[in-house]
């Protein structure tokens, strides 16, 4: 063995050391468990979808972190967002479709652990056939508009 390759590895791993030991003394770093989540309903949603903070405001121009838990038999009519949405399944399966009305016949099933990203003002909609949990993240100002708005929960 020569002393460079050791030498690169004692100064990688110097490094990396001292990442980590910045990073957990960082005032920003949080760990959190599935029991610290506070889960709250979702105005912009139809009923029965629960929204757990992990990170945010939603709206400010600041990264957020969310998750999204809906019952099964869920629909979310078409609608868009101002930002790239970035979802997540962690459980059950999300059906999500592109275009101006929800049409499960043109949609596709996302699994957990699958992903979808999508660009800004890109009508879509959703539906599930058992209950499921998604994560979202983005940057904000984040918001919801409905294709039709006589769709808008926050209408009725």
């Known amino acids: 063995m020569t002393r460079q390759p050791f030498a690169a590895w004692a100064i990688g791993a110097a490094l990396i050391a001292a990442i980590a030991t910045s990073w957990a003394q960082s005032g920003d770093h949080r760990m959190i468990s599935p029991a610290d989540l506070k889960w709250a309903d979702v105005p912009s949603l139809p009923p029965g979808a629960k929204l757990a903070v992990i990170e945010g405001p939603m709206s400010e121009a600041v990264p957020f972190t969310v998750r999204i838990k809906v019952p ?42 699958g992903m979808m990203i ?13 209950e499921t949990v998604v994560q979202l993240h983005g940057t904000g100002p984040w918001g919801v508009t409905y294709v039709n708005p006589a769709d808008d929960p926050r209408a009725k």
């Open 72 to 113: 099964a038999n869920y629909r979310i009519p078409s609608h868009w967002h101002p930002a790239v949405e970035r979802v997540t399944v962690l459980s059950g399966t999300f059906h999500m479709g592109l275009g101006d009305k929800l049409d499960m016949q043109k949609s596709m099933p996302v699994v957990a652990g």
């Open 118 to 130: 999508l660009q800004p003002k890109t009508p879509h909609f959703a539906w599930t056939s058992e």
